[in-house]
């Protein structure tokens, strides 16, 4: 936990988008930066057959951002109503990418040593962090006018799972308003066995239904950061 001297240094005075203060914080205060930093491994992958080979050198990260859409095997945009679903659309997200100088290397593939096939490029998280924060892209960017918000509720899981590694829910961070720099946000968070919703300096057990919810009843509240620990193996 960082100490409340950082949170008041770092506190401007207005109101300010919750991940990027976060991001902020984890970048002075080092210690719980560590606990959140895992390690993930881009490969580009054939597009016609398995073979791999390391886009380059493992990655750090701190904070992993899910989008709250994916597409369909029709191409149709399908909404994503669950932290553990879009956890799962990330991690199996892939593109195709134009590479002059990729060929594949397999001698059984259609496309061996053949430059016009371009690659798939796509992730593996290879150590995972003690703290995994989740950020929800509540907003999207649109060329011609400010960003769409995407409101539909979203369900914060209990237990999440990435590659090998189970985590239990600590903390959420809900929004509300149409935008990340204005409006209200509020945060639920466990110590122990009791979850606490804490509306600025009011703190009160929260409710099982504000714990599902992720947000005060009726508000309109949307979830949009989550803190999870990492569980002990067996």
Known sequence: RPS???VHIMYEGVQEDAMEYIQKLLQEALSLAARCTGKELWRHQCSQCDF???AHRPEE???TSLSLTTENTMGTEVTLTSVSDALAAHLRKHEQ???DEWTCGSATCPAYDLPRFD???MHTVIAAPETLVLHLKRWRTRPDGPPDLLGHPVVPDEEVRLGDARYSL???ISHE????RSGHYVAIVKTASKWWLCNDSIVHEATAEQRRAGCRENCGGRVYILMYEKLAIG
């Not at 308003?177 to 990340?180: K, V």
């Open 4 to 6: 409340q001297d950082l």
């Open 52 to 54: 791999s080979r390391p």
């Open 61 to 63: 990260f701190t904070v």
């Open 97 to 99: 990418v134009q590479l």
């Open 119 to 121: 690659p798939l490029q």
């Open 170 to 172: 600590r903390s959420i």
């Open 177 to 180: 308003g149409r935008d990340p």
